[in-house]
C-alpha cells in the first residue's frame, strides 16, 4: 500500500516558476517509477513527467525543457519544478505511483488528492 501527498500548488503569473512536491509513504511490489499527470476541466488527466527508480525521466512534449521531475530517496520525496509556466499548464496536479517498462509508464491506481496550479495570463 502507497500513500500520496501532493502539495506546492498555488497561484503564479505567466513566465514564473513553481515547485511541486509529492511525499510518498509505502510500497508494493511491481512499483519502480513516480509521475505527475495534470488535469485540466473538461479534459482527461495526462501524463507529465515519470522518473524511474534508475532515475531516468520521460516528459510529455507540452513541458519538455520548462519542467524538471527529480526526486529525494532520503526523505521519499519526488518534485515537479516547473519553469516558465504558461496559462495552459493550468490544471489540478497528480502524483502517481507505477511502473515503468522499455519506455512505457504503467501507473497503478494510486493517487494523491491533487494540488491546483493555476497560471494567469
Known amino acids: 500500500q502507497v500513500q500520496l501527498v501532493e502539495s506546492g500548488g498555488g497561484l503564479v503569473q505567466a513566465g514564473g516558476s513553481l515547485r511541486l512536491s509529492c511525499a510518498a509513504s509505502?510500497?508494493?511490489?511491481?512499483?519502480?517509477?513516480m509521475a505527475w499527470y495534470h488535469q485540466a476541466p473538461g479534459k482527461q488527466r495526462e501524463l507529465v513527467a515519470v522518473?524511474?527508480?534508475?532515475?531516468?525521466?520521460n516528459y510529455a512534449d507540452s513541458v519538455k525543457g520548462r519542467f524538471t521531475i527529480s526526486r529525494d530517496n532520503a526523505k521519499n520525496t519526488v518534485y515537479l519544478q516547473m519553469n516558465r509556466l504558461k496559462p495552459e499548464d493550468t490544471a489540478v496536479y497528480y502524483c502517481?505511483?507505477?511502473?515503468?517498462?522499455?519506455?512505457?509508464?504503467?501507473?497503478?491506481?494510486?493517487w494523491g488528492q491533487g494540488t491546483q496550479v493555476t497560471v494567469s495570463s
Open positions: 522518473i524511474t527508480s534508475g532515475g531516468s525521466t
Open positions: 502517481n505511483a507505477g511502473g515503468s517498462y522499455r519506455g512505457s509508464y504503467f501507473p497503478l491506481d494510486y
Open positions: 509505502g510500497s508494493i511490489v511491481g512499483i519502480n517509477a
